[in-house]
């Protein structure tokens, strides 16, 4: 579990092909690995990353082809610039929100614009995660907590200020670029307890329709 506070700017330092997956080397940079060992999660640009080697500048982790399917692993490069957090403790300061590492899909910039002293992004969201992006909610943009400031149908406005920006991948985004997105988990969990006894009905069988509302009086005219 993450808080989608970064706490350092990593680098793809090189990239192993492994019978149609990949094993990565991530340089850390200002990242103490003090107390990381093998086997604990860091999340690389907010991908969750299992910790295989500790070459001593940083760590090797494995990428399934389901990761490489659902994120933006698969178009780094060696010199690829990765937002790095370490898995938070208990008593870890809470600075962010609910961050699990587990991507829901693959987003887009449509625009950058300076807006006072801060930038201004226009992201593009899959179609399918439209419904869990909400004005002033949460969501993590390659492992980064950040605040949805407006809401365009499957597209989102962030406001990012010079701090974020000097900490972070972000300002090295521009229009076209591909960044991972996680929403917020509450939206999710929420979206199945609104299923009730539905959720236990097959795939394609249980998914919320304007019917479905509307019987549950969640859709009244």
């Known amino acids: 579990m993450f808080t989608g506070i970064i706490e350092a700017i990593g680098e793809i330092a090189e990239i192993k092909p492994q019978s149609g997956d990949l094993r990565l080397r991530i340089r850390s940079g200002k990242l103490d690995l003090g107390d990381v060992a093998l086997g604990d999660s860091i999340a690389t640009n907010g991908v969750c ?11 090797w982790a494995d990428v399934s082809s389901e990761t490489l399917s659902a994120t933006t692993v698969g178009d780094w490069s060696v010199g690829t610039r990765v937002n790095l957090e370490k898995a938070m403790k208990p008593e870890t300061r809470f600075g962010g929100h609910i961050v699990s ?31 869990y992006i909400a004005h002033k909610g949460s969501i993590t943009v390659d492992g980064t907590s950040l605040t949805v400031n407006a809401v365009d149908g499957a597209e989102f406005e962030l406001t ?3 701090h974020t920006l000097q900490e972070t991948v972000i300002d090295g985004y521009r229009a076209g670029t591909k960044m991972n997105l996680e929403v917020d988990v509450i939206a999710r969990y929420l979206e199945r307890l609104l299923l009730g006894d539905a959720a236990a009905k097959p795939e394609g069988e249980s998914g919320l329709t304007m019917e479905f509302l509307a019987q549950h009086g969640f859709n009244k005219a």
């Open 101 to 131: 590492g587990h991507v829901d899909g693959v987003g887009e910039i449509v625009w950058r614009r300076q807006e006072a002293r801060a930038e201004r992004f226009r992201v593009r969201a899959p179609a399918e995660l439209a419904k």
């Open 160 to 162: 990012i200020v010079p």
């Open 49 to 59: 990353l299992t910790v295989v080697e500790l070459p001593g500048d940083g760590y």
